[in-house]
């Protein structure tokens, strides 16, 4: 119970990583609020949470949208009280290459993956300061640590989340409230396997195609035998979530099978 008694928002909790977190740190002792602009697949985690006797609520949420992050904030209070913890998961990505991807794709990316971050911020401070602290933990990716190639908006919004949640870091430490960022690697999760409105895949990109599996894996040295899962990362959101990580902040902490090693 390494999370007893705290309060959790977790955008982007209705799937893959995300939907991982909630249900850890639900098992941890947690309660837990999902928002999502998957309605039905948020609700599915809560009742998967409350069967093994958690405390969940789902609330509908774009990140992109300031009023719909307040909103989330007042349902996670009246419901449960304060967050002290922020998981800020949500993310979308178009995969194709510079000459292909528009301004108007370019756009979406930054506004989900980078402004999405900053309005979550924003947003959970004044309840961290009235709760006497908090744990912000905002998943960038190993595209922000290495160039994979590529369009150009994905690893430019996760390059800023990295920056984003240092300077944040720094802004809020006077208040008890840590930010740090978490930098997976290639993670079985409907990201890559299937294709989904926020991040579509061909069959090129698909890793149900198993030639993609295997070249991701031969990007990945270390010897699992699979991909990371959701709750390899989550695990590591585990940890800034608790007190174990009381003086941690401003940090980047890659979870990639060693993928950013190559
Ligand atoms: N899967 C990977 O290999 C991988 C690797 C590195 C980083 N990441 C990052 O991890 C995060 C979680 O990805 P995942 O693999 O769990 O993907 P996922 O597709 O399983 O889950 C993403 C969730 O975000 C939600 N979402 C998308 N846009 C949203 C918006 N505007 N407002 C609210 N919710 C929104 C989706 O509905 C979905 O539930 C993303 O930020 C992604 O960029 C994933």
Redesign the pocket.
Known sequence: MRLEGKIALI?????????AEAILFAREGASVVI????QA?ANEVVEEIKAAGGNAAAVQ????DGDAWASAVAFTESTFGPPMILGN?????FRLSWDEQTPEMWQTVLD??LS?TYNGIRAVVPSMRKAGGGSIIN?????ALKQGGGGPAYATS?TAVVGLSRNAALAHAGDNIRVNAL?????D????RGS?P??ENTWSTDIANPENYERRMERQPLALGRL?S?EDIAYGALFLASDESSTVTGATIAIDGGSTLL
Not at 11 to 19: D, E, K, P, Q
Not at 61 to 64: A, G, I, K, S
Not at 89 to 93: D, H, K, R, S, V
């Open positions: 955008s982007g909790g209705a799937s893959g990583i995300g939907r928002g999502d602009l998957q697949q949420l774009d990140v992109r998961n949500a993310g979308t990505n989900v993956n999405g998943v960038a990716s190993s595209a996760k930098c997976p690697g290639h993670v999760t409907p990201f890559i989904q926020h991040s990371q959701g």
